[in-house]
C-alpha cells in the first residue's frame, strides 16, 4: 500500500516518521469510513485532516528522495497517488462542510 514507495530509500533515521506518518494516514482513512454515514462532522474533520497527511506525504517524499535518487519514483507516487486523494478528500469535506448533509452509501 501506501508503505511501499517510502521503503526504497528509508534510512533507520527516517522509518519512524515513515511509519508514524504511514500509520497516522490509515487511521484518518479508517475514520472517514466510520464516520461517514452518521457522524457528518467528524467525517469533516477526518477527511481534511487525511487529506492533510497525504499533501504532507507528498512534500516529504519528494523532498527527501532527492537525497537518495529515488526522486522520480516519489514524484510519480506524489503526482498519481497522494495528491489525487488528498484533492479529493478535501474536495468531499469542503463539499459537505457546504450544505450536502448526507452523504450517500456506496451500494456494492
Excluded at 469510513?33 to 457522524?39: F, I, K, S, V, Y
Excluded at 457528518?40 to 519528494?62: E, G, N, Q, V, Y
Excluded at 488528498?86 to 474536495?91: A, E, P, S, T, V
Aim: with cysteine; glycine share 6%.
Amino acid at each position: 500500500m501506501a508503505l511501499w514507495p517510502t521503503w526504497a530509500g528509508t534510512t533507520f533515521a527516517e522509518l519512524p516518521f515513515w511509519l508514524s506518518l504511514d500509520s497516522a494516514e490509515l487511521v484518518g482513512l479508517v475514520l472517514i469510513g466510520l464516520t461517514a454515514r452518521h457522524h457528518p462532522r467528524s467525517f469533516t474533520i477526518a477527511s481534511m485532516l487525511t487529506a492533510s497527511l497525504l499533501f504532507c506525504d507528498a512534500a516529504s517524499d519528494i523532498s527527501l528522495s532527492m537525497a537518495t535518487g529515488d526522486t522520480l519514483l516519489a514524484v510519480a507516487t506524489a503526482v498519481l497517488v497522494e495528491l489525487p486523494a488528498g484533492f479529493l478528500l478535501l474536495r468531499t469535506a469542503l463539499k459537505h462542510q457546504v450544505g450536502h448533509p448526507h452523504v450517500p452509501a456506496i451500494n456494492a
